[in-house]
Every structure is written in structure tokens, then in C-alpha cells.
């Protein structure tokens, strides 16, 4: 359709001319305008900061009191050799239909909230809950022949740590600590089956990804953030305050995760708006 995807070029600041959102401004100084409308699809708080002075005060007011909340989560991202074999439904190497879905490592219940009390208690969960994902056995483009990618999303840990331990010091320990989880349930994935990893801790996900204080979801995802509240009261339609700047993303409804509705919830809300 025309597009241009430019990458590389973070956005420093939304540009506004007499109240309106009429295009942005990249870290090396490039300027992209806007016919019509600028959609952000950042984390609120982001949106406003690069607002900066054009913000409206009660947008100002009415953000910072949206709760971000303590993070709840990590991924362990691995190259490895082989696919998980489960004890449970063994695949003797070969991929199976299991291998295309989630693989949800938690046993019981009682499990996931031992695991959610100690991330209560500001400690990264002791026996934490592990969903794999192999999604190189549904797609053969993602690693080269008999090499696979398994992305490992666990449960339950906070950005801040009451011990004030650093993230980045223990990235390795609780990394190790996921990888033993899908040990147990897949014995073959021994150390010898990695051949690279990358850590996402609650700080790498807010220094790298903009994800404030680790949270995927941008907001906590309580009924009190959710519908018409999300991200806040006044901008739960997809409009910011500011003429011709629309939102999208985790920080607004339905909040996070890869089904893509806050996106097409907005284009519908864009649409509709520039036909008139």
C-alpha cells in the first residue's frame, strides 16, 4: 500500500502544530510529517514524554496515575539444537503437533500461586511457572535445518527485588533456574542442547524494549485499568487529548498480548474518524 517501514530511528518527539498532532521527530533529527493522524502504539508514558509541553495538563495528570505495577515476568530466548522430547507426550526428537502451541510447565494450582507469593513478596518465584514456545517447528524459516528456537516465558518476577539485588547480576541465576524447569518435564534438553541465549529480565525488558518497570502489559491489568479506563479515564477510544493523535498498544484495551485487537480497535476509531 505505499508504506515505509524506517527502523532504527527512535521518535524523540510528537510533533504539534496549533493543538494537533502533525507528524514526528527522530533521534538523528529527521522529521516525518503527518497528513491526518499519528498513531502511537508506545507505552503511555512514553506518548507522553514525547509530547513533552503540548500535552494537555489533565492528560498529564490523568497518565500518571495509571499503575504500572512491580513487572511479573522474564524470557529466556534459545537457540538450541533440538526440540523439548516431554516425558509426558514423548516425540522421540521429531516435531509434534504439541510442539505448535504453548507448552504451559506448571503442575498444579497450588504451584502457580507458591509462585506468585514470592513475587509478592518481591523475590523471583523459587519454582517458577515456564510456557514454552518452539515456534521453529511450525515455522522451518526461523532457524537453519535441525536447529530450532525456544522462547521460555516464566513466572512470577518483580522489577524491584526486596533484596535489592541487581538484575543484571542475577540474570544468569534465574535464567539457569527457568532452563532446569523445562528440564524436568523435557529430560533430553541437557546444557549441551543450547547454542546461545539471550536474557530478558524485568530491566532489560524497561531499558531495551521502553516496557517501564518490566511490565509487557504497559499497565497492570486490573478491572479498574481495563475498557473505557485504559489507559485512563477521557482516552479509552483510542484518541488522545490532542487533535489528530490516536493510541494503540498494551496501554490501551483489551492490554497486552500477540491477538492484535488494541490495533485494530484503533484502525476502525482512524477510519471512521478521517471519513468525515
Not at 530511528?9 to 494537533?20: F, M, S
Request: aromatic share 8%; net charge neutral.
Amino acid at each position: 500500500h505505499g508504506g515505509v517501514v524506517k527502523t532504527g530511528q527512535p521518535v524523540t518527539r510528537i510533533l504539534t502544530e496549533r493543538g494537533r498532532a502533525v507528524g514526528v521527530e527522530t533521534a538523528n533529527g529527521a522529521t516525518f510529517t503527518a497528513g491526518r493522524a499519528v498513531v502511537s502504539g508506545a507505552h503511555i508514558y512514553t506518548t507522553l514524554k514525547l509530547l513533552d509541553d503540548a500535552a494537555p495538563a489533565k492528560m498529564r495528570s490523568t497518565v500518571q496515575k495509571a499503575r504500572i505495577g512491580n513487572g511479573f515476568g522474564m524470557i529466556v530466548r534459545i537457540a538450541a539444537d533440538r526440540l523439548p522430547d516431554y516425558s509426558a507426550l514423548p516425540s522421540h526428537g521429531a516435531a509434534a503437533p504439541h510442539h505448535q502451541a504453548m507448552q504451559f510447565l506448571c503442575p498444579s494450582l497450588g504451584y502457580l500461586e507458591r509462585a506468585y507469593g514470592d513475587f509478592l513478596a518481591g523475590r523471583p518465584s523459587d519454582q517458577p511457572a515456564v510456557i514454552s514456545m518452539t515456534f521453529s517447528a511450525a515455522d522451518d524459516t526461523l532457524a537453519p535445518p535441525d536447529k530450532h528456537v525456544i522462547f521460555l516465558w516464566s513466572q512470577y518476577f518483580p522489577y524491584e527485588l526486596a533484596s535489592g539485588e541487581n538484575w543484571d547480576e542475577i540474570a544468569d541465576r534465574e535464567a539457569d533456574k527457568i532452563y532446569g524447569v523445562l528440564q524436568q518435564y523435557a529430560p533430553n534438553m541437557s546444557a549441551d542442547a543450547v547454542i546461545g541465549r539471550l536474557i530478558e529480565t524485568p530491566l532489560y525488558l524497561e531499558r531495551e524494549l521502553g516496557l517501564f518497570r518490566g511490565n509487557v502489559m504497559h499497565l497492570e491489568m486490573s478491572v479498574d485499568q481495563m475498557f473505557m479506563l485504559r489507559p485512563a479515564l477521557g482516552m479509552g477510544m483510542y484518541r488522545a487529548p490532542v487533535k489528530g493523535l490516536y493510541l494503540t498498544g498494551a496501554s490501551t484495551h483489551p492490554g497486552g498480548g500477540i491477538m492484535g485487537a488494541s490495533g485494530r480497535n484503533a484502525a476502525a476509531v482512524v477510519l471512521r474518524d478521517l471519513r468525515v
